[in-house]
Each structure stands twice: as structure tokens, then as C-alpha cells.
DNA sequence: CACCAGGGTGGTT
DNA sequence: AACCACCATGGT
């Protein structure tokens, strides 16, 4: 129970995230494209842009000029590639019947739907899945691979499927998911990206006892 | 100056 | 399947 263990230390070194930090369920849609390679500070900042055109609604953000976007989401980075597939999320949302004609679909076609969708990978999937959907998925990104491996200090490294293996069963609900992944990336911006060694991480009694 | 941030995509071995 | 370059802004 290396996960659940290390979660709740966590918890204790870091406190309460309240992730996902959003008005609306479109708009951690939104974000969550926006944030991608980019630091929250500036997908924010995209976000407030579009928030103050009043385009952070499906039906206004589907019919939006793509000039127009782009001005908008310029402070998030890739603001040609990213223009383009907020309009297309919005217009997949006003097909689907919005947020919530989306919520009767079954985890795996939904995944599978927005997997489908341009711009939407795994990560940004599970993370639509966990804090839109609220579905008990395993957000795997950057931060918890290095988590993992650390916490494995296995070779070759452990993979995703391994990670999501490893921690369902030992996190299941969707609220303790939440909080988990947002305490990893939390303690990850904080720590070292070197892999292997922690013995001189000074930021998290995690990291040393995690090192014997 | 180099490097990085809450990835995804299309192309090449 | 594993790698790669690319996308682009803003902070350190």
C-alpha cells in the first residue's frame, strides 16, 4: 500500500489542493487543454481572456472566429494549435448535447469519445474523466511516472499500465483520486526531475524515508 | 543564455 | 514499439 501510504503524507505536507480549480465543467474542459506544456499561471490567463468574451460556453466558443481565439489563447502557448481544438471541444460538447448529455455514457466509450476528439491524449482524458466526469480514474503524467519510479526504484522504470495497476485498489474513489493526483503534482513541482536519487531532497519527508 | 511548464501529433527508425 | 521534432508563450 506504497500509494495510499504516500498519499496520505502528502496530504500532510502539502494540504488540501482543491483541484480542479474552475467555475464550470466546461471551463476545467477548456483548461485542461490549455494547461498542456504550458504552466497554470498562463493557461489561466487564456482562460480569463476568454471568460471576459464571455466564449467560455460551448455554444458561443463553437461558433467563434478563429482569429479571434487565437488572440485569446496566445498567453497559454501553441495558441494556432490550441484555438483550433478548444472550438473543436466546444463543438463535440454542443453535439453530444453538452456536459450533461455527456454523463450517461459509460466510462470507456466516453474515454473512447474524447480520446477521438483533436488534442485530447490519454492524460487529458482521464483528467476530463476524473474532474469533469468525476469517474475513478488514474491520472498518469510526468509527475506521477517519476513518482512511481522513484517509489519503485525499479529498472527499467515501471510503465503506465504498471502504475495504474499499482494504484487502483489502493486509491479507488473518485474524491481520493482527485486529491491524489493533485498532491503529486504539487509535491513534483517541488522536487528535484532527476529520477534515481532523493537522499539529498530537502523538500519532502517523503522523499528521504522513501530512500533507505 | 539555457531550460522548463499539469501533452499531443505526425513522421521516421 | 520506441524515438523524434515540432508546436510557442512566459518565467527563472
Known amino acids: 500500500m506504497r500509494f495510499a501510504r504516500s498519499r496520505d503524507r502528502l496530504l500532510l505536507e502539502h494540504g488540501p ?17 490549455l494547461v498542456q506544456r504550458t504552466t ?14 464571455g466564449l467560455l460556453d460551448p455554444r458561443k466558443l463553437a461558433s467563434a472566429d478563429l482569429a479571434t481565439l487565437q ?40 474515454r473512447r ?31 506521477l511516472r517519476r513518482f512511481a519510479a522513484r517509489l519503485e526504484a525499479s529498472n527499467p522504470p515501471p510503465t503506465d499500465a504498471d502504475i495504474v495497476r499499482a494504484v487502483t485498489g489502493e486509491i479507488d474513489s473518485a474524491d481520493e483520486l482527485s486529491e491524489f493526483h493533485a498532491l503529486v503534482v504539487a509535491h513534483g513541482k517541488r522536487h528535484c526531475r532527476k529520477i534515481p536519487r532523493c537522499d539529498r531532497c530537502a523538500v519532502s519527508s517523503l522523499c528521504r524515508s522513501a530512500q533507505p
Open 17 to 33: 489542493q482543491g483541484w480542479w480549480p474552475a467555475d464550470t465543467p466546461f471551463e476545467i474542459m477548456v483548461g485542461a487543454l
Open 71 to 110: 488572440d485569446y489563447v496566445r498567453p497559454a502557448g501553441f495558441y494556432r494549435t490550441k484555438s483550433g481544438r478548444v472550438r473543436a471541444l466546444a463543438r463535440f460538447v454542443l453535439a453530444a448535447g453538452g456536459v450533461a448529455g455527456l454523463v450517461r455514457q459509460p466510462t470507456d466509450s466516453l
Open 113 to 143: 469519445m474524447l480520446l477521438d476528439q483533436p488534442g485530447i491524449g490519454a492524460e487529458t482524458a482521464d483528467a476530463i474523466l476524473l474532474y469533469v466526469f468525476g469517474r475513478p480514474v488514474v491520472v498518469v503524467d510526468a509527475y
Open 40 to 53: 497554470w499561471r498562463n493557461a489561466e490567463r487564456a482562460i480569463a481572456a476568454l471568460k471576459r468574451a
